[in-house]
């Protein structure tokens, strides 16, 4: 079992940064495949980035509409994944989620690879 707790996420201006995190509770945080979604109001969940293990390898994964101004990392000492958001616009306001998944088959941008879900933090970007 793990447990996902994000933080990070407020009001931001456009062209600004924001970073957010998701500490994972468990001794077995490296063995998990991270990716960071986010929905809006009225809108699906849509992936946002990944950052997933193959072999002994970590693999990072960007939607296109974020791909050159967030970052997806990790800290497996800390049981921490990051988000760093820099230049945000306003379509980029929704809520964060973390997600956590086992080892398992399915695309990265598929909220079914993972099994394990943080609560969310909203972000706002004004213009």
């Known amino acids: 079992q793990v447990q996902l707790v994000e933080s990070g996420g407020g009001l931001v201006q456009a062209g600004g940064s924001l970073r957010l995190s998701c500490a994972a509770s468990g001794r077995t945080f490296s063995r998990y495949s991270m990716g960071w979604f986010r929905q809006a109001p009225g809108k699906e969940r849509e992936f946002v980035a990944a950052?997933?293990?193959?072999?002994?390898?970590?693999?990072?994964f960007y939607a296109d509409s974020v791909k050159g101004r967030f970052t997806i990392s990790r800290d497996n000492a800390k049981n921490t994944v990051y988000l760093q958001m820099n230049s945000p616009k306003p379509e980029d306001t929704a809520v964060y989620y973390c997600?956590?998944?086992?080892?398992?088959?399915?695309?990265?941008?598929?909220?079914?690879?993972?099994?394990?879900w943080g609560q969310g933090t909203q972000v706002t970007v004004s213009s």
């Open positions: 997600a956590a998944g086992g080892p398992g088959s399915g695309p990265y941008y598929l909220p079914t690879r993972y099994d394990y």
């Open positions: 950052i997933n293990l193959s072999g002994s390898a970590y693999y990072v």
